[in-house]
């Protein structure tokens, strides 16, 4: 049933430098311009496989565009606009949705204000209105069959964004032959990431305090969030796939918010001092208040703890560059608003999709980190 969607950006600009991989008013709206781990993704074949769908992909959705689709409406619900990613991911949304034809008065997008009863109502606001496709982050992937039955309800294509809804809902799209498809990054893979990340550094580096254990500190996202669950589980099975023993000193929600994180990282350190080894964090938002956390403890990331985080931000990155955090993994905003919107017009044209069309992160060290900047900037 998947799909993996590469972007061409990506394949023209990164494929050949490094290893291919493929979060204000509530109801306000803009007009102004987020399987397990396929480590085989990073080969030399998958990179020529990504290059050559990315192609395919491209001539489809020109062949596609073909059509009138200024007159057109799109609906887009985000779950938050305060979030860095989600920032990202609708601005570059925005700006291929009118390169692709459709209008920008025509573009309506949401801010779900990270409360589904809020995104709910904008829902059915968008279903009265009658737009011809919705494009959905659910605040809460556990509402997705409301969200779906609804929409199908109301016989709009739906094509739901960087929160997976989990796999018995997508098994009634396929079941039903419905025009519903989910465009997103297996978090999976951003866990194992961040863990080889640790793994690859070896363990007489990481284990600091010399206890034959790797002590750490967890901080999540939304704990609903299927994305935040991945990730913290999948981080830590890489360090025990390797075959180390772990040691959770502590485990807490920071709603990928940069101050709820640091003052988690704060505390922890606070009450574990030297023992606490790598500071996991579902996304770089939170590892930015980590870093904060763990600078003002007077320690050094590199050289007395590690720190890495997901999305791949431009600050995130510098910090990656000066070695003031170990890691993050890209969350290729380009490639998923690019394939959401290729998935719109195609069920605006009749071409239909697959039920799930993903794509792979990419790990990002400090060998790759600048030109993955350069990328996002």
């Known amino acids: 049933m998947k799909k993996k969607v590469v972007s061409v950006i990506l394949a023209t600009a990164m494929v050949a430098s490094m290893a291919m991989g493929c979060g204000g008013n509530n109801t306000a709206s803009t007009n102004n311009g987020a399987a397990a781990a396929d480590n085989g993704a990073t080969t030399d074949n ?33 779950y938050q606009f305060s979030d860095n990613f989600m920032t990202l991911f609708r601005t570059e949304l925005e700006s291929y949705l009118i390169s692709q034809g459709f ?12 409360d589904q009863a809020t995104q709910t109502g904008q829902i059915d606001s968008f279903i009265a209105e009658g737009v011809d496709v919705l494009i959905i982050n659910p605040v809460n992937s556990s509402s997705a069959e409301t969200i779906t039955d609804k929409v199908v309800g109301a016989g709009i294509p739906l094509v739901y964004i960087n929160r997976e809804p989990d796999e018995t809902e997508q ?38 305090n010399g206890n ?52 988690i990282v704060a505390n922890a350190l606070g009450q574990y001092g030297t023992d606490v080894e790598v500071v996991f ?44 955090m ?39 060290t400090q060998e790759n980190a600048q030109e993955t900047l350069d990328l996002v900037k």
């Open 46 to 78: 998958a990179a020529d496989d990504a290059a050559t769908e990315a192609a395919d992909a491209g001539a489809a959705a020109t062949e596609a565009v073909s059509g009138d689709l200024a007159d057109k409406k799109v609906g887009v619900c985000i």
């Open 171 to 208: 098994q009634r799209w396929e079941d039903n032959n419905w025009d519903v498809t989910y465009v997103g990054c297996d978090a999976r893979q951003s866990g194992t990431f961040q863990g080889e990340m640790i793994v690859d550094l070896g363990l007489d580096a990481v284990d600091l």
């Open 326 to 364: 170990t890691g993050t993994v890209f969350n290729d905003h380009f490639s998923q608003s690019h394939s959401a919107a290729d998935a719109a017009i195609n069920y605006l044209t009749g071409a239909g999709n697959e039920h799930y069309i993903g794509c792979d992160y990419i790990k990002v």
């Open 103 to 114: 209008s920008q008065e025509n573009i309506t997008i949401v801010d779900g204000a990270n």
């Open 281 to 324: 964090c579902n996304n770089d938002a939170m590892a930015l208040g980590a870093l904060q956390a763990i600078q003002s403890a007077g320690r050094t990331v590199g050289t007395d703890i590690y720190l890495v985080g997901v999305d791949a931000l431009s600050e995130a990155l510098e910090n990656v560059i000066n070695g003031t």
């Open 212 to 263: 034959g254990k790797v002590d750490y500190v967890m901080v999540e996202g939304d704990p609903e969030n299927i994305d935040a669950q991945y990730r913290t589980e999948y981080s830590i099975k890489a360090l025990e796939d390797a075959g180390w023993e772990v040691n959770c000193l502590s485990d807490q929600v920071g709603n990928w918010a940069q101050d709820q994180a640091q003052t």
